[in-house]
């Protein structure tokens, strides 16, 4: 990392992309990471693993969608060592469209993000200088309201014009704010689905781009570029036309 990137907090980093990035940051000189999940078991593996690479790191079993919680832990984590890059990355798959996984599904992927920037953002605005990045994980379903997942790409959506919206409003305050819309990513959620998964690739690929593109302050980091473009294009599309596609297309069983 050519830039002062050294304390970085991530949540969900007990698998997938967090697990990924928490890796990638301690291979390439992070100092101290601040890492949280859900599975204690599975976030101390990640945790020594960044170890052995050399960063120092402090694992928390937390759950996102406890506001207070994350408020005090975050407000912690920058007493301990005073941070300069934040992942909202912490999110869940719908699955079975039932009301209990539906509001499971809102409340991580939406306040779960909100319970993670808010906190930072009022610690970054009252600090001055240093590196002040926050990056929030939509994903390309946020682009367009996807019948095979109402829930997770209404979620997507949400926080993905949260985030693009904060990358103007913060800018005053010296904060960079990146919003980051992986394709299919190998993880917990993606080993859930049934349906084909084009341009798939490994999380470890997905943290050296997201890494590289926040050292760019790239604001939108949407990959791979092919689906990028598709469910864009599908998105500006009359509805007469996107729900016929959408009908014809392998859905999930």
């Not at 207070?68 to 301990?80: G, Y």
């Not at 990056?135 to 946020?142: D, K, L, P």
């Not at 990146?178 to 959620?189: A, D, E, Y």
């Not at 473009?229 to 009908?247: E, H, K, Q, R, V």
Request: charge should be neutral.
């Amino acid at each position: 990392m050519s830039r002062t990137i050294y304390n970085i907090l991530i949540t969900g980093a007990s698998s997938g992309i967090g697990e990924a990035l928490a890796i990638y940051y301690a291979q390439h000189g992070a100092k101290k990471l601040f890492l949280s999940g859900r599975n204690a078991e599975r976030l101390e593996n990640v945790a020594q693993r960044c170890r052995d690479c050399g960063a120092e790191v402090e694992a928390q079993k937390i759950d996102v969608t406890d506001r207070q919680a994350m408020e005090k832990w975050i407000a912690s984590c920058n007493e301990a060592a005073e941070l300069h890059l934040d992942f909202a990355n912490a999110g869940v798959s719908t699955g079975e469209e039932n009301p209990e996984n539906i509001y499971n599904t809102f409340q991580t992927n939406v306040m779960g993000v909100l319970n993670t920037v808010t906190p930072i953002s009022e610690i970054y605005k009252n600090r001055t200088g240093g590196e002040k990045i926050i990056a929030i994980t939509s994903s390309i379903a946020g682009y367009h309201g996807l019948p095979s997942c109402p829930s997770y790409s209404a979620t997507k959506a949400c926080v993905k014009a949260y985030g693009e919206a904060l990358r103007c409003s913060l800018k005053p305050f010296g904060i960079q704010v990146n919003v980051i819309c992986p394709g299919f990513v190998k993880s917990r959620i993606t080993d859930q689905n049934t349906c084909p998964m084009p341009f798939f690739m490994s999380a470890e690929k997905a943290a050296e781009i997201i890494a590289q593109r926040i050292e760019k302050n790239v604001g939108l980091i949407a990959f791979p570029w092919p689906m990028r473009l598709a469910t864009w294009g599908l998105s500006i599309l009359p509805n007469c036309l996107s729900d016929w596609i959408y009908g014809i297309l392998p859905h999930k069983v």
